[in-house]
């Protein structure tokens, strides 16, 4: 079975600092993706990035960058120069790129951290 | 712009009650999901629907069940209500299962408070 954690569960920052969101994963499956997603105040989930298994180049966008580390099975999220608007709840998430039988397209989620940026 | 919507975005039931969530998605999506959100817990998977009429349990599917009639219309029933399922509920929707890397996209959610 998959397994993701998140051991932050809350995190609080000053405006502008930079804050790195911890993901680890579990999986015995060569072959997956993984995804970060943001949920603001208002509850609606936001997809931020998804990364197959063998792409283990890290990305940029913006402010956000994501590091994956296969030997360590971590993908880490960096907010650089926080503003309050990144305050949301971040949620790392994986799904197995040939699951058998009928799990389309299933997610396994982490718990998730909550990040709070201060003004 | 994807986008799925779920009827309520606040609901307060009795227990006993039967309660029905919908969920629409308008990009003509084969997969829908619901979920059940609690702190602590991160996101879990209750059923999946990966074509209408065909449905598949997740991983806390008692006390609940799905109906799928439409392609863009899932919903989620909670037969009799109970407090343990005061929670917040997601819908998602994504491509099917041939598009490998498709990421979901989710509903606004809705908070059930069952008393």
């Known amino acids: 079975a998959q397994k993701v954690t998140q051991a932050q569960t809350e995190i609080s920052v000053v405006e502008k600092e930079d804050v790195t969101l911890d993901c680890v994963y579990e999986t015995r499956d060569t072959t997956y993706y993984l995804f970060w997603y943001k949920q603001p105040p208002s509850g609606e989930l936001v997809f931020l990035i998804r990364r197959n298994s063998f792409d283990e180049q890290n990305e940029i966008s913006g402010r956000y960058s994501w590091n994956f580390q296969k030997s360590t099975s971590s993908f880490n999220f960096t907010i650089t120069a926080s503003q309050v608007v990144d305050s949301a709840v971040y949620f790392c998430a994986l799904r197995l790129a040939n699951a058998g039988g009928t799990s389309y397209g299933k997610l396994t989620f982490g718990q998730g951290t909550i990040l709070t940026v201060h003004p | 712009d994807v986008k799925v919507t779920q009827s309520s975005r606040y609901l307060v039931k009795r227990t006993g009650e039967k309660v029905f969530l919908e969920c629409v998605q308008d990009m003509d999506h084969e997969n829908m999901f619901w979920y059940r959100q609690d702190p602590g817990l991160g996101l879990r998977l209750i059923y999946f629907s990966y074509d209408v009429k065909m449905k598949e349990k997740g991983d806390i599917p008692e006390g609940y069940s799905v109906s799928r009639e439409k392609k863009e219309r899932f919903s989620l029933i909670l037969e009799s209500a109970s407090t343990n399922q005061t929670s917040m509920y997601l819908c998602?929707?994504?491509?099917?299962?041939?598009?490998?890397?498709?990421?979901?996209?989710f509903g606004p959610g809705t908070r059930l408070t069952v008393t």
């Open positions: 998602a929707s994504s491509l099917p299962r041939t598009g490998q890397g498709y990421e979901q996209y």
